[in-house]
């Protein structure tokens, strides 16, 4: 856990932080969000001692930071910046490497361990060997992450680290840092503008302006009851409908909607199947449980018993950690009453059905008594 007590910088006359108290949950992202020069990214830089408070304590795990020697403190902690900063001389495989090798970790064991994150951020093993202005911006951020993580820090500083990347990229990216953060578990200070990202990617959101901490709590709560003017007009006025966003597709998998058949089956013998079982979705499945095509079973006037089987070999997919107002927007830009669920690898999950979406909002509805 990271708690800051009555912190407070000033830069000249010019108060950047005031009296900040704060605690951060360890294993959770806390999310820092106001407008420039609100005091979210000094904060941020305050936790790793780039920038030194001129009051107040910050403390991990009990322990004050300024007992730490800054540049060993820095190293225990992993950092993400918009522009990445990767070095464009070192090979990714040695820009991972970095910090391990001034921890002076034996080469084995750093071998291993980029291989670890490389798999972890999705780059196979040939991208070791590329350099920086080889990768795509969605690539160098993922690169970065890795190297954040290279010496498995407990605690993660972001600071807009997907601001520079385009919608669809950002969107991608945003999905494959939850799928990431199931499995490493950090306590993640992430700083941005982006009231959408702060809801999406947030176990907490802190809200600051002018250097105060406005209001402090999880995205629900936030939306549900903002505290004054400056939260509510930040959230906009669809803010009853961002509250979908909170609701993740992981949540609302059927694993009964569809059948899965193996890549190449005769598709009389899927139609058939698909008609006994009462489906109208079969999914192609490698032995893997990659998702290879999707089946659908649809009326047709053309054919003889009344049916066609129409089959799409890449099929729109779903994340996990995808939410039901991005998995809404994808059926009605896409026609589709059900899509497949897939891992960043592409392993099939389930479906997520329209009639879910549905559900939801008559639910949300029935609670708001509308």
Request: charge should be negative; hydrophobic fraction near 40%; proline fraction near 4%.
């Amino acid at each position: 856990m990271i708690e800051l007590k009555n912190v407070t910088k000033k830069f000249d006359q010019l108060e950047a932080v005031h009296n900040l108290s704060l605690r951060l949950e360890k294993g959770k992202i806390t999310m820092f969000i106001g407008p420039s020069g609100c005091g979210k990214t000094t904060t941020l830089r305050m936790i790793n001692r780039l920038i030194e408070p001129d009051e107040g304590e910050i403390l991990v795990n009990g322990e004050s930071i300024f007992t730490q020697e800054p540049v060993a403190l820095r190293r225990s902690i992993g950092y993400v910046i918009q522009d990445v900063g990767l070095f464009p001389h070192y090979s990714v495989f040695d820009n991972i490497a970095l910090v391990p090798r001034l921890l002076k970790w034996d080469e084995k064991r750093i071998q291993a361990r980029v291989d670890e994150l490389l798999d972890l951020v999705t780059l196979n093993g040939t991208y070791g060997k590329k350099y920086p202005l080889q990768l795509s911006g969605g690539e160098q951020q993922r690169v970065g992450l890795a190297r954040a993580l290279a010496a498995d820090p407990d605690i993660l500083l972001m600071d807009e680290p997907f601001g520079a990347i385009d919608p669809i990229n950002r969107s991608k990216l945003q999905d494959s840092f939850l799928e990431i953060q199931e499995t490493i578990q950090k306590t993640i200070i992430f700083v941005t503008h982006d009231i959408n990202e702060a809801i999406t990617l947030g176990d907490r959101i802190a809200i600051m302006n002018a250097g105060h901490l406005v209001q402090y709590g999880e995205p629900n709560e936030i939306l549900q009851n903002p505290k004054d003017d400056f939260v509510e007009h930040l959230l906009g006025a669809d803010r009853n409908l961002k509250a979908l966003s909170l609701e993740r597709i992981r949540d609302y998998l059927d694993e009964d909607a569809y059948l899965t058949v193996a890549p190449g089956t005769n598709p009389e013998q899927i139609k058939q199947k698909l008609r006994t079982a009462n489906r109208k979705l079969a999914l192609a499945v490698d032995e893997n449980g990659i998702l290879q095509g999707r089946y659908n079973l649809e009326p047709s006037t053309t054919h003889a018993d009344g049916e066609k089987l129409s089959y799409d070999e890449q099929p729109v997919v779903m994340s996990r950690n995808n939410n039901l107002i991005e998995a809404l927007s994808m059926m009605l830009e896409t026609g589709e009453n059900q899509l497949p669920v897939v891992t960043s690898k592409g392993k099939l999950r389930g479906v997520i059905k329209l009639t879910q979406i549905f559900a939801k909002v008559e639910a949300a509805k029935a609670e708001k008594n509308i």
